[in-house]
């Protein structure tokens, strides 16, 4: 070991060395390469914006947070960002159209309900159309933050004026 090169780097243009073909299994997995520590993900409010790094701690209601915003109990991991909730405002602007793909949806599915929008199904097809995340963010959910995005859009559906 000598300090002097111990800490040098080499030149982008030279040449790694070549790997080391390990016949036995159990010794690869021994001598498999460490990767590198990768930079946590970031919390996503609502998709624009990043917050820093959780700590698995629940996510604190915000008092200014809006009607349609669903705060989920944990910061939620999806494709490598972490979504302290999801703002659902944009349900309001959704047509009878949007409800109606949401039956085909579920038909294609061989999904059959007599009340189709209390299937999480319908939920993450309508979630889908007034988010723009992809169906699969609202099936991967927690049960606890999937019924609290389910009861948001169903209250929609059956409140009152």
């Known amino acids: 070991m000598n300090p002097e090169t111990d ?7 030279q040449e790694a060395p070549a790997p080391v073909v390990i016949e036995d299994a159990a010794a690869q997995e021994e001598q498999a390469p460490v990767p590198a ?5 970031a919390i996503i409010e609502d998709a ?3 917050a820093p790094a959780p700590e698995d701690k629940p996510t604190a209601p915000a ?3 809006p009607e349609s915003y669903v705060r989920f109990h ?12 999801i703002d659902l405002k944009r349900v309001e602007s959704l047509s ?3 409800m109606c793909e949401a ?5 294609k599915k061989g999904i059959i309900s007599p009340l189709p929008e209390m299937t999480m199904e319908y939920i993450g097809f309508i979630a889908n159309r007034a988010t723009g995340q992809p169906i699969e963010f609202f099936k991967q959910l927690p049960p606890k933050d999937a019924t609290k995005v389910k009861n948001r859009v169903t209250s929609f559906f059956y409140g009152e004026d």
């Open 63 to 65: 008092q200014d947070d």
């Open 74 to 85: 944990k910061p939620y991991l999806f494709e490598g960002n972490y979504y302290a909730g």
């Open 48 to 50: 624009a914006t990043a």
């Open 96 to 98: 009878a159209k949007d």
């Open 37 to 41: 520590p990768a930079q946590p993900p």
């Open 103 to 107: 039956e085909k949806y579920l038909s």
């Open 7 to 13: 800490n040098i780097i080499p030149a982008a243009d």
